[in-house]
T-cell receptor, first 116, second 111 residues
Framework: DTEVTQTPKHLVMGMTNKKSLKCEQHMGHRAMYWYKQKAKKPPELMFVYSYEKLSINESVPSRFSPECPNSSLLNLHLHALQPEDSALYLC???????????????FGEGSRLTVL | DAKTTQPNSMESNEEEPVHLPCNHSTISGTDYIHWYRQLPSQGPEYVIHGLTSNVNNRMASLAIAEDRKSSTLILHRATLRDAAVYYCILRFSAAGNKLTFGGGTRVLVKP
């Protein structure tokens, strides 16, 4: 199983709603990531979890709250979002948090979020 | 963070080779060069990576300049399925687990 599964594939929410995006992998990977991608732009790193602990937060607004309950699961909790937060949210995982130049990232297909 | 520069777009004919250049003049000695591609409506997928020597795998070849300030991804025989955005990325061994995407090259393959 070399898949990263993201749910839901599409989400529409109002600015006062609270919702969550979910990401799951069963490859035994110990690093997981959230990226945000606007239309026709490259993915932008948001968060990195290493061994279930938050290791990188790229100054993301607090209305995005990540959570890693176990080594297979990564959530992104959304609250009081703005219309400009509408984007494709990509989850990825890699085998090892520590670097060596290897550590291929496996990406999911993304959750497309629309904030009204 | 060291940056990469790629052409915005390239066109190729089907079954012909495609050479995708990437400039990374501020690369440091411990930065690895990674390539990912993103097909329409999909997440990025790993293509290849290298440090100093040229690399080959089933998807592509990576040619790295001797001074490491540039590299070229080579798709040996383009197919329609290779139409995608190709990202050249420097992965910093000293910066934790960051993979920061640059602008990418949109490849169009014509039948």
């Amino acid at each position: 199983d070399t898949e990263v599964t993201q749910t839901p594939k599409h989400l529409v929410m109002g600015m006062t709603n609270k919702k969550s995006l979910k990401c799951e992998q069963h490859m035994g990977h110990r690093a997981m990531y959230w990226y945000k991608q606007k239309a026709k732009k490259p993915p932008e790193l948001m968060f990195v979890y290493s061994y279930e602990k938050l290791s990188i937060n790229e100054s993301v607004p607090s209305r995005f709250s990540p959570e890693c309950p176990n080594s297979s699961l990564l959530n992104l909790h959304l609250h009081a979002l703005q219309p400009e937060d509408s984007a494709l949210y990509l989850c990825a995982s890699s085998q090892k948090p520590q670097f060596g130049g290897t550590g291929e990232l496996f990406f999911g297909e993304g959750s497309r979020l629309t904030v009204l | 963070d060291a940056k990469t520069t790629q052409p915005n777009s390239m066109e190729s004919n089907e079954e012909e080779p495609v050479h995708l250049p990437c400039n990374h003049s501020t690369i440091s000695g411990t930065d690895y060069i990674h390539w990912y591609r993103q097909l329409p409506s999909q997440g990025p997928e790993y293509v290849i990576h290298g440090l100093t020597s040229n690399v080959n795998n089933r998807m592509a070849s990576l040619a790295i300049a001797e001074d490491r300030k540039s590299s070229t991804l080579i798709l040996h025989r383009a197919t329609l399925r290779d139409a995608a955005v190709y990202y050249c990325i420097l992965r910093f061994s000293a910066a934790g687990n960051k993979l920061t995407f640059g602008g990418g090259t949109r490849v169009l393959v014509k039948p």
